[in-house]
């Protein structure tokens, strides 16, 4: 069985990737919001048919899903209670001490996911050295079994002080309320988010407690669905950290799902950019619903620690609620297809961040959207053919895009100009965000590649590459399903980590070295479920801070046990490391390491890409001209039209230009110029680039 295949359902359309050998087959469908299952199995059966397969020759199924992300966004998790320690009720409520806007006296910030009424307490009592300072009583776990029951709780987040340290009371918290209620969800954050910082902590288990049912009952509908149908192979859950792994530790840790198709596309951007030996690169993903940019380095996404969901705030760091989980580092704005575009109270233009979705859809679909969104702008511009988006399932009604964009100016205003405005604003926030993103990594977009995905992304591409002053830009084959294809890409792979605080000038390494022990036999039991009898390497890091300081940088580890002269190393290793992101050091100052990671990858099946040889240079004949608005002038100028399958390595041809495919469209202005390379890729280059945008 060859047959491999990769479906990521967003919040416009359900992308699957169908692989057999070097064959690829690929369909976007919208996404069924009632039953997402329905869409994926859908294009499933359709892809096996264009195969000319069968069922049961499917090897395996890899998914990344946004379910979790929006059942957190809008609040449509299941019935949340909180067991904690007696005096930390409201954790979840205050927070801590930062504030993302602290000249603003009415702030708001994002409401709990458990009310308070649903925060109930046991007087326990772990010390920060694991030493148990008050035991845990058995009748007080049972009476809050009871209240959850009776209130209708569903899923519990038991969350106690100190926990990382010592989690025996969390186990035995959660065995006698079991035996209360047999049926009801237990999140443990010793399980989840074993680490110090109760708020994260706190944050991230109720996460995973409110997502936990219903990624469960997902989970298991898609399971019976395919096995009912006969398909053979395994299902695979994408994680936001970018590895695959099993649907039972996708059902015990759903959390991990949050950002598992962004996630794809930065796996697929990070696969293109080492075939092409390229070393800096911005990976640039534009789908149906939102914006995603990632740096890669050295053909590796940045990674993060931490993450945000639900901003109160769109841009404003520190408004969502905070996440301890393992994440492909990113921004993420509502600057998609179906983002919809208004006016604000002063009458400015605005596009985002509510998308219109698949249901009803932007208006030119025809499903019932009244509200302009970016796609109805797109369309008027002459971007988009109407009559072959999508692969031609999802037709396209220019005169109710015309409606819907005119909406915007009741007195009647120039309806280009105003699609022209849709554009340039959702362009400028893009390339913004690509700005102020870098630069909170310490980095700069300069001298940077981008390389696109999403179906949106190669229509608005090289726009954010001339405002960014980036000079080439790389549409691979298939970038409209590319995080599709990126789960096909990603490695079988499960990280940890663990708080256990220490002074570098003083290790204890015997404990240390027991720690990492048990984090490895963890994970390795988690990749081996997966991946059998394969290879497996290990990355150890930790992360390090100046005594005192409250954030930490992370600093890699030998692959083997500490020993006490490793402390040179790590202290050379940190302050290189800090040094290259705020400039200086502090000489004098001791370095404690207060959290420790491990993570266990098998390699990604290997997969065969085309790789043809570069003929003499062509200059393909275009198969048609379309009229379309250069965003630049505002004139509407004849852009020459490709079919994209047509195309061969060697063909080289100047802007404006339009290649189309089934997927999406590339948009290549007067000023950029196109070459078709040994991949298959579409390399767009600046002609002129000293000349901003």
């Known amino acids: 069985m060859t047959v491999r295949i990769g479906a990521d359902i967003g919040g416009t359309f359900t992308d699957v990737v169908l692989e057999d050998g070097a064959r690829r087959y690929r369909v976007k469908l919208l996404t069924t919001y009632d039953a997402p299952e329905r869409a994926l199995l859908d294009a499933v059966f359709l892809l096996l048919d264009q195969a000319g397969r069968q069922p049961a020759d499917v090897a395996l199924i890899v998914h990344g899903t946004t379910l979790?992300?929006?059942?957190?966004?809008?609040?449509?998790?299941?019935?949340?209670?909180?067991?904690?320690t007696e005096g930390f009720r409201d954790v979840l409520e205050l927070g801590d001490e930062s504030r993302f806007d602290q000249y603003d006296l009415g702030m708001e910030k994002?409401?709990?996911?458990?009310?308070?009424?649903?925060?109930?307490?046991?007087?326990?009592?772990?010390?920060?050295?694991?030493?148990?300072l008050r035991p845990l009583r058995r009748e007080q776990v049972a009476a809050a079994a009871r209240r959850f029951r009776q209130s209708g709780v569903q899923s519990v987040a038991i969350c106690f002080l100190h926990s990382y340290r010592n989690d025996a009371?969390?186990?035995?918290?959660?065995?006698?309320?079991?035996?209360?209620?047999?049926?009801?969800?237990?999140?443990?954050?010793?399980?989840?988010?074993?680490?110090?910082?109760?708020?994260?902590?706190?944050?991230?288990?109720?996460?995973?407690?409110?997502?936990?049912?219903?990624?469960?009952?997902?989970?298991?509908?898609l399971e019976a669905a395919l096995a009912e149908r006969g398909v053979g192979g395994p299902l695979f859950l994408m994680l936001s950290s970018g590895g695959i792994t099993t649907v039972e530790t996708a059902r015990r840790f759903p959390v991990r799902l949050v950002e598992s198709g962004p996630a794809g596309g930065a796996i697929f951007a990070a696969e293109i950019a080492r075939e092409a030996g390229l070393d800096r690169v911005v990976a640039f993903d534009m789908g149906g619903t939102t914006a995603?940019?990632?740096?890669?380095?050295?053909?590796?996404?940045?990674?993060?620690?931490?993450?945000?969901?639900?901003?109160?705030?769109?841009?404003?760091?520190?408004?969502?609620?905070?996440?301890r989980i393992p994440v492909v580092e990113m921004v993420e704005i509502g600057a998609g297809g179906g983002s919809i575009a208004g006016r604000d109270a002063t009458g400015r233009?605005?596009?985002?961040?509510?998308?219109?979705?698949?249901?009803?859809?932007?208006?030119?679909?025809?499903?019932g959207g009244e509200r302009p969104t970016v796609t109805d702008a797109d369309l008027l511009l002459g971007r988009i053919d109407p009559?072959?988006?999508?692969?031609?399932?999802?037709?396209?009604?220019?005169?109710?895009?015309?409606?819907?964009?005119?909406?915007?100016?009741?007195?009647?205003?120039?309806?280009?100009?105003?699609a022209l405005g849709i554009g340039e604003i959702v362009d400028e926030s893009m390339a913004s965000a690509a700005r102020v993103h870098a630069t909170e990594q310490g980095s700069t977009v300069a001298g940077r590649v981008l390389v696109v995905s999403g179906g949106a992304g190669p229509l608005h591409a090289a726009r954010v590459a001339g405002k960014l002053g980036i000079d080439q830009v790389v549409v691979p084959r298939d970038a409209g399903v590319g995080s599709a294809v990126g789960f096909l890409r990603a490695p079988i792979s499960f990280e940890l980590q663990r708080s256990l605080s220490q002074r570098l000038d003083r290790l204890d390494v015997a404990a240390l070295n027991a720690l990492l022990d048990g984090m490895a036999a963890e994970a390795h039991a988690v990749v081996r479920s997966a991946a059998g009898a394969s290879d497996r390497t290990e990355r150890r890091e930790a992360f390090a801070r100046f005594v005192g300081q409250g954030h930490e940088i992370a600093i890699t580890l030998p692959d083997r046990p500490l020993v006490a002269a490793d402390a040179g190393a790590l202290l050379a290793r940190f302050r290189s490391r800090y040094a290259s992101l705020y400039g200086a050091i502090v000489p004098d100052l001791p370095v404690e390491l207060p959290t420790w990671k491990l993570r266990v990858e098998a390699g990604a099946v290997p997969v065969a890409t085309p790789r043809e040889t570069v003929r003499a240079e062509r200059r393909p004949a275009?198969?048609?001209?379309?009229?379309?608005?250069?965003?630049?002038?505002?004139?509407?100028?004849?852009?020459?039209?490709?079919?994209?399958?047509?195309?061969?390595?060697?063909?080289?041809?100047?802007?404006?230009?339009?290649?189309?495919?089934?997927?999406?469209?590339?948009?290549?202005?007067?000023?950029?110029?196109?070459?078709?390379?040994?991949?298959?890729?579409?390399?767009?280059?600046?002609?002129?680039p000293e000349i901003s945008q």
């Open 387 to 418: 009559d072959g988006f999508a692969g031609g399932r999802v037709p396209l009604d220019a005169n109710r895009a015309a409606l819907a964009v005119g909406s915007l100016d009741p007195a009647g205003g120039d309806r280009a100009i105003l």
């Open 110 to 132: 994002p409401p709990a996911l458990v009310p308070r009424a649903l925060r109930l307490c046991v007087d326990e009592r772990v010390a920060a050295d694991g030493a148990v």
């Open 622 to 688: 275009p198969q048609a001209w379309r009229p379309v608005t250069d965003p630049a002038t505002g004139a509407v100028v004849e852009a020459a039209v490709f079919a994209r399958d047509a195309l061969e390595p060697g063909d080289r041809f100047a802007g404006p230009a339009l290649v189309v495919e089934q997927d999406t469209t590339t948009v290549v202005p007067e000023r950029f110029s196109v070459l078709v390379d040994r991949r298959h890729s579409l390399v767009l280059s600046r002609l002129n």
């Open 68 to 84: 979790a992300t929006n059942a957190l966004i809008e609040r449509r998790g299941a019935a949340t209670g909180l067991l904690t």
């Open 169 to 221: 009371h969390e186990r035995q918290a959660a065995e006698w309320l079991l035996a209360e209620a047999p049926d009801m969800a237990v999140s443990l954050s010793s399980e989840v988010s074993p680490e110090m910082r109760e708020y994260p902590r706190f944050s991230t288990t109720a996460a995973n407690a409110y997502v936990k049912p219903i990624i469960g009952t997902y989970l298991g509908r």
């Open 292 to 323: 995603k940019l990632c740096l890669i380095d050295d053909g590796r996404p940045h990674a993060s620690q931490s993450f945000e969901v639900g901003r109160v705030h769109r841009f404003r760091k520190g408004s969502g609620l905070p996440l």
């Open 349 to 367: 233009l605005t596009v985002g961040p509510h998308s219109a979705g698949s249901e009803p859809g932007p208006a030119c679909y025809g499903r």
